[in-house]
Nanobody, 115 residues
Framework: QVQLVESGAGLVQAGGSLRLSCVTS????????MKWYRQTPGKQRELVAT???????NYADSVKGRFAISRDNAKSTVYLQMNSLKSEDTGVYFC?????????WGQGTQVTVSS
């Protein structure tokens, strides 16, 4: 059974930091491209950050220079370090595992940034 479990939810003031984690099981993690998305009310789910199996990283323009995605293949875990948080970063953050037409999602974790 495939599971992706996010953690690190929280309420933080603008300018603060949070670190999200997504622990996976049931997949060959090292082969998967891992992504973080976020969902805010009234908006489409937005791709925030991507890290490929080879470690290549890509970010949405809105988070470049503030967020950093990383992975630990030994722990089957992907992280999202979020710094200099803004109120517009508020939303539910989801991790996603993607490989060879297989696509899995976590349940999401709430991030709230107060201004």
């Amino acid at each position: 059974q495939v599971q992706l479990v996010e953690s690190g939810a929280g309420l933080v003031q603008a300018g603060g930091s949070l670190r999200l984690s997504c622990v996976t099981s049931g997949i060959s993690f090292s082969f998967y491209t891992m992504k973080w998305y976020r969902q805010t009310p009234g908006k489409q789910r937005e791709l925030v950050a991507t890290i490929s199996a080879g470690g290549y990283r890509n970010y949405a323009d809105s988070v470049k220079g503030r967020f950093a995605i990383s992975r630990d293949n030994a722990k089957s875990t992907v992280y999202l370090q979020m710094n200099s948080l803004k109120s517009e970063d508020t939303g539910v953050y989801f991790c996603n595992a993607d490989f060879d037409h297989r696509d899995y999602w976590g349940q999401g974790t709430q991030v709230t940034v107060s201004s």
